[in-house]
Each structure stands twice: as C-alpha cells, then as structure tokens.
C-alpha cells in the first residue's frame, strides 16, 4: 500500500472506504492530471479543496514550501 496521504484519510473518513479503495480514487485523479485536466478542478469535481493539490501531483510538497 501507498504512504497514507491527508487526501487518502479524508475519502476514507468521508466515504467510509478502505485504503485500497481510496487510493484508487486517488489514482484516478492523478490520472487525469496526467491526461491534461487542471488540478484543482480535478479535486473540485470530486469534492475537495485545492489544500489537497501535492496529493495528487507527483512532486515533493517541500521543494515549494520554505
């Protein structure tokens, strides 16, 4: 399984899903990042703020946070 990400407890805690199945929400969504669709609209779509945006961008929150 993957490092539990603060986007992963929030689905797991709002749709009372497993790990595995909220990191296959969490997949999807970085998918369709990857094909093009702005990140935040991405989180929007699925009810999320954009506090959660470096949980489904494959960069290191710390490179940007100083």
Known sequence: ????TELCLA?????DF???EAEEVIQEMKERV???DDPEEVLFDEGFEPD???????????????
């Open 1 to 4: 399984m993957a490092k539990l």
């Open 11 to 15: 689905i797991m805690n709002r749709e």
């Open 18 to 20: 497993t790990q595995e």
């Open 34 to 36: 990857k094909e093009g």
């Open 52 to 66: 959660y945006i470096f949980d489904i961008l494959d960069v290191n929150r710390e490179d940007f946070i100083r």
